[in-house]
């Protein structure tokens, strides 16, 4: 981390924080539509380290992309102007900027290994690792719900991506051995018991390594007709339709709008029936066909799944998973399967061969736990160097 930094900028950071990816267990595609949602961190994550400038300069690098820091000063700052991976974290200084925070000249480094375009929010990630750092660099004491909205704005607003709030909230809120229990309408918070191994359990994510295919497309047009049904219904969310409502919704909607709906609803249903099942001490065994479920509502009512997607989930249910599904916002990405310690080589060889035999790509298979969410890391003394000096191009 400090090898880096003194590589990207001359000198050491002042402090770091690290901020965790997250798995869904379940809850996907609710959390725009004030619905509910079930995450949890995990060990993968970024870390932000940091450093004062005093010449009003935003600079960012990043120990996986490498090359030169983006530099751009913060009098300008200002959506389009940072592009790719940077945007990020440039999103983040200048939604304080726009809350009129006190901002002032900073250097960012990054470092994660949150499997990139896998569904695990390395965007979140990043985006809290920064929020979390700089609010403490500029001692700006914003509590952790603050934080989490201006990471979520500096993806909303500076990158352009319409997410909902659930994988900020994750990255900042989560703990060890526990999901997060998000009720996305007014932000409350309970963490749940998901300490598997206690169960002979553990959840594998099978990384499809299938690209995301026209994914902030879609993602938009799936909120389109979220609030498109809202209009027609009557309603401020869909989070106020009910399982018996859902008839009325089929014979006023399009057919298309209705499936949207009836995955809404009846994801936030399995949602609520795995925190009862998790909270009354049941063997999380009984979760897993609420995991598959949901993956077959994500397939035919939601349609954001592809071949590598249902390749992944039929071969893991194959070698015995208890339940999976895809996770995150579709069109490519990761699974999550819930199998039985032991038995991840059974699982790897299954998934693998399926996905040969259809000649999709092969995937990449690791365990993760519940982890914690964000926290500070150390960093070495900044003897025999200085950060931050304030001199541009240094």
Known sequence: MTATFADAFGGL????????GRINVIGEHTDYNDGFVLPAAISYGVTASVAPRTDGLLRIASAQIGGDPAVVPLDVLAPGIVRGGAAYAAGVVWEMKRRGLPVAGVDIH???????????????ALEV?????????????????????????????????PCGIM?????????????????TRDMATRQVPFDLTAYGLEIIVIDTRAPHRLVDGEYARRRRSCAKACDILGVSALRDIGIDDLARAFAVLDPVTSRRVRHVVTENE??????GLLDAGEDPRAIGPLLTASHHSLRTDYEVTVPELDTAVEAALAAGAHGARMVGGGFGGSVIA???????????????????RRRLAEPALFPVVA????????????????AGTGRAGE
Do not use: C, Y
């Open 167 to 183: 994988d900020q909230s994750a990255a900042m809120l989560s703990r060890a051995g526990h999901a997060l229990f998000l009720d």
């Open 338 to 356: 819930l199998v039985d310690t032991g038995q991840r080589d059974r699982l790897a060889q299954v998934v693998t061969a399926t996905a040969e």
């Open 270 to 275: 399995r949602v609520l029936t795995a925190i």
């Open 13 to 20: 950071p002042k402090l770091a924080w690290r901020a965790p």
């Open 110 to 124: 990054l470092d994660g290994n949150v499997p990139q375009g896998a569904g695990l929010s390395s965007s979140a």
């Open 129 to 161: 690792a920064v929020a979390t750092a700089l609010d403490e660099l500029w001692g700006l004491a914003q509590d952790p719900l603050t934080l989490v909205r201006i990471a979520q704005a500096a993806e909303n607003d500076f990158v352009g991506m």
């Open 371 to 386: 982890a914690d969410g964000a926290h500070a890391v150390d960093v070495p003394a900044a003897s025999g160097a200085s």
